[in-house]
């Protein structure tokens, strides 16, 4: 069950008062990776000393989560990075492709370092919803991850073979083709990767239902740079840093009861189930925002008393 997050008055993080700080501006700004690209990010300016990363999912590019955003940076909780991974957004290089294998990761590194010299000494938070959690918890095993200092996850994917995973989805818009996946994993493990651009995941919404900017169909070496492999125990064994799971107990994409106890054979991570609550309203509604606020603002005036 999740911890009491209640806060005594005289450690509380204040609120930005409406004479400093009428509305938050949404401004998509871009930072350089290693390999010259300019990758853009959502950003919502908030306080200097707190940053929050936060991926999106696996076909939407950031746009969705500016609600939350915009809430965290309003509350002078965080300033506010959303970005549009490589292959996703408005204008990607290559929609639903990247170069190689791991190139998220290295974006991802190259936009901490990004944040870190905007924000010196800034505590920084990293997290996602949905396969933005699995590309996350991807960190857990890089470098970054000892400049990390809590993880937020809202129903946070992690590998196909975790038992997070519906095997009937309640909802079933995409599809991974599993022959193609598993013949291209057996080239890679002779060295092969010619055919990495392969597309291995489509998603089938209709398209009077899209807005035109998703990402619906994904090469293989940018689905399997998304997500936590078969070997998500060295993952989540590594998260002995704050780290809180939200998960709606209505998701139609993973199963809800199976997070508590997978997460604690692994780790001490705050593992919350929200009532009434499906995959995308854990983002969206005032009662999630304002849970994960409170728990943002307990790991920032923790972290200040240690100080």
Same mark, same amino acid.
């Given at each position: 069950?999740?911890?009491?997050?209640?806060? $005594? =008055?005289?450690? @509380?993080?204040?609120?930005?008062?409406?004479?400093?700080?009428?509305?938050? @501006? +949404?401004?998509?700004?871009?930072?350089?990776?290693?390999?010259?690209?300019?990758?853009?990010?959502?950003?919502?300016?908030?306080?200097?000393?707190?940053?929050?990363?936060?991926?999106?999912?696996?076909?939407?590019?950031? *746009?969705?989560?500016?609600?939350?955003?915009?809430?965290?940076?309003?509350?002078?909780?965080?300033?506010?990075?959303?970005?549009?991974?490589?292959? !996703?957004?408005?204008?990607?290089?290559?929609? $639903?492709?990247?170069?190689?294998?791991?190139?998220?990761?290295?974006?991802?590194?190259?936009?901490?370092?990004?944040?870190?010299?905007?924000?010196?000494?800034?505590?920084?938070?990293?997290?996602?919803?949905?396969?933005?959690?699995?590309?996350?918890?991807?960190?857990?095993?890089?470098?970054?991850?000892?400049?990390?200092?809590?993880?937020?996850?809202?129903?946070?994917?992690?590998?196909?073979?975790?038992?997070?995973?519906?095997?009937?989805?309640?909802?079933? +818009?995409?599809?991974?083709?599993?022959?193609?996946?598993?013949?291209?994993?057996?080239?890679?493990?002779?060295?092969?990767?010619?055919?990495?651009?392969?597309?291995?995941? #489509?998603?089938?919404?209709?398209?009077?239902?899209?807005?035109?900017? +998703? @990402?619906?169909?994904?090469?293989? #070496? *940018?689905?399997?740079?998304?997500?936590?492999?078969?070997?998500?125990?060295?993952?989540? @064994?590594?998260?002995?840093?704050?780290?809180?799971?939200?998960? $709606?107990?209505?998701?139609?994409?993973?199963?809800?009861?199976? !997070?508590?106890?997978?997460?604690?054979?692994?780790?001490?991570?705050?593992?919350?189930?929200?009532?009434?609550?499906?995959?995308? /309203?854990?983002?969206?509604?005032?009662?999630?925002?304002?849970?994960? $606020?409170?728990?943002? =603002?307990? /790991?920032?005036?923790?972290?200040?008393?240690? /100080?």
């Amino acid at each position: 069950m999740p911890r009491n997050r209640s806060i $005594g =008055k005289n450690h @509380s993080r204040k609120r930005r008062k409406s004479s400093m700080f009428v509305s938050v @501006s +949404e401004e998509v700004q871009t930072y350089t990776a290693r390999d010259g690209s300019l990758l853009p990010y959502r950003y919502f300016e908030g306080p200097a000393d707190a940053a929050l990363i936060f991926l999106h999912g696996i076909t939407e590019p950031s *746009l969705y989560l500016s609600t939350l955003g915009r809430y965290l940076a309003d509350q002078g909780l965080a300033t506010v990075y959303l970005p549009d991974l490589r292959g !996703y957004g408005a204008t990607p290089i290559r929609r $639903g492709d990247i170069d190689y294998i791991g190139q998220l990761d290295d974006d991802l590194e190259d936009l901490i370092r990004h944040v870190q010299a905007r924000q010196p000494g800034a505590r920084i938070v990293f997290g996602g919803h949905s396969a933005g959690g699995a590309t996350a918890l991807r960190q857990t095993v890089r470098p970054i991850h000892d400049d990390v200092h809590a993880y937020l996850l809202l129903a946070p994917a992690l590998s196909p073979s975790s038992p997070l995973d519906r095997k009937d989805k309640l909802v079933n +818009e995409s599809k991974v083709n599993v022959p193609k996946y598993a013949l291209l994993m057996a080239l890679n493990a002779l060295g092969i990767h010619r055919w990495d651009h392969t597309v291995v995941y #489509r998603r089938l919404t209709p398209k009077e239902r899209l807005h035109g900017t +998703e @990402s619906c169909s994904l090469s293989y #070496r *940018l689905a399997l740079s998304r997500m936590v492999g078969s070997d998500y125990a060295k993952h989540l @064994s590594r998260l002995a840093k704050p780290t809180f799971v939200l998960i $709606g107990e209505d998701d139609e994409v993973f199963r809800a009861e199976a !997070y508590e106890p997978l997460y604690r054979q692994y780790c001490s991570a705050d593992v919350r189930v929200l009532p009434g609550h499906n995959h995308d /309203q854990i983002i969206q509604t005032e009662q999630a925002l304002a849970i994960v $606020g409170e728990w943002l =603002k307990e /790991q920032l005036v923790k972290a200040e008393a240690i /100080q």
